[in-house]
């Protein structure tokens, strides 16, 4: 008599259970394809270089814009790890960044330094990196391990380079591209407890490009130029 009683009771039991987790995994399915969608938007930001640069207030805007912007990103992430804004206001954070630096922020800080301190050829490949390539090498591996994701990852990767760099000498076109794919997919493989593969897979193959940018000139080799151009307005 008192098992029969029981059954009904472990009965609800489970569907409860059953029913958290259905909405568990609804949550981790929406924060899954915010965190892509989010990194693919980071694209948008190369609108950045068709601003136009005749104009002097305009470029004033262009450098303390983003530079303002990255400041208060800053102050607000300060606030949340410290507990002043709570965390379940970020939507898409992962369980490892509620006491650590967001991937958002490291994401930002790269972005902002390609975009104000690196030569437009670096900067737009590694954002594309970062923001298409990181989305596909993240996806493939969601679904067909890791092994894939890089190899995939590291053509595609290549084929924004190629991009990129398709006006300079065919050497160093070549060269380049697979020295800063092979650079993204290592930043973005290799895991830092305090810095974010968001920051990696963009500055690691920047610094390997910036360094192959100077070098170019000693060794009688061109770089390219650049592959957007602002707009010029009349007034």
Same mark, same amino acid.
């Given at each position: %008599?008192?098992?029969?009683?029981?059954?009904?009771?472990?009965?609800?039991? $489970?569907? @409860?259970?059953?029913?958290?987790?259905?909405?568990?995994?609804?949550?981790?399915?929406?924060?899954?394809?915010?965190?892509?969608?989010?990194?693919?938007? +980071?694209?948008?930001?190369?609108?950045?270089?068709?601003?136009?640069?005749?104009?002097?207030?305009?470029?004033?805007?262009?450098?303390?814009?983003? /530079?303002?912007?990255?400041?208060?990103?800053?102050?607000?992430?300060?606030?949340?790890?410290? !507990?002043?804004?709570?965390?379940?206001?970020?939507? +898409?954070?992962?369980? *490892?960044?509620?006491?650590?630096?967001?991937? *958002?922020?490291?994401?930002?800080?790269?972005?902002?330094?390609?975009?104000? *301190?690196?030569? @437009? @050829?670096?900067?737009?490949?590694?954002?594309?990196?970062?923001?298409? +390539?990181?989305?596909?090498?993240?996806?493939?591996?969601?679904?067909?391990?890791?092994?894939?994701?890089? $190899?995939?990852?590291?053509?595609?990767?290549?084929?924004?380079?190629?991009?990129?760099? *398709?006006?300079?000498? /065919?050497?160093?076109?070549?060269?380049?591209?697979?020295? !800063?794919?092979?650079?993204?997919?290592? +930043?973005?493989?290799?895991?830092?407890?305090?810095?974010?593969?968001?920051? %990696?897979? @963009?500055?690691?193959?920047?610094?390997?490009?910036?360094?192959?940018?100077?070098?170019? !000139?000693?060794?009688?080799?061109?770089?390219?130029?650049?592959?957007?151009?602002? %707009?010029?307005?009349?007034?």
């Amino acid at each position: %008599m008192v098992i029969k009683k029981s059954v009904p009771a472990i009965e609800k039991i $489970v569907s @409860q259970f059953e029913d958290a987790k259905n909405k568990i995994n609804a949550i981790e399915f929406d924060a899954h394809w915010y965190r892509r969608v989010f990194h693919a938007f +980071g694209a948008c930001f190369l609108f950045y270089y068709l601003l136009p640069t005749n104009i002097d207030w305009i470029n004033l805007l262009k450098f303390w814009v983003p /530079f303002l912007i990255l400041v208060s990103l800053v102050i607000l992430e300060f606030l949340r790890i410290k !507990g002043k804004v709570s965390s379940s206001h970020f939507f +898409g954070l992962r369980i *490892y960044e509620k006491n650590r630096v967001g991937s *958002y922020l490291f994401f930002g800080v790269a972005l902002v330094t390609l975009l104000l *301190y690196f030569p @437009q @050829q670096i900067a737009i490949p590694c954002i594309l990196c970062a923001s298409i +390539g990181d989305t596909v090498i993240g996806e493939i591996r969601f679904r067909f391990g890791k092994k894939s994701a890089y $190899v995939v990852g590291f053509f595609v990767c290549m084929l924004f380079f190629l991009v990129a760099w *398709y006006k300079a000498d /065919f050497f160093v076109m070549f060269f380049t591209s697979i020295v !800063g794919a092979l650079g993204a997919v290592v +930043g973005e493989a290799k895991k830092f407890l305090w810095i974010d593969d968001d920051f %990696m897979i @963009q500055m690691v193959p920047a610094v390997l490009l910036l360094i192959i940018w100077f070098s170019a !000139g000693y060794v009688g080799f061109s770089t390219p130029d650049k592959v957007i151009y602002p %707009m010029n307005l009349p007034w």
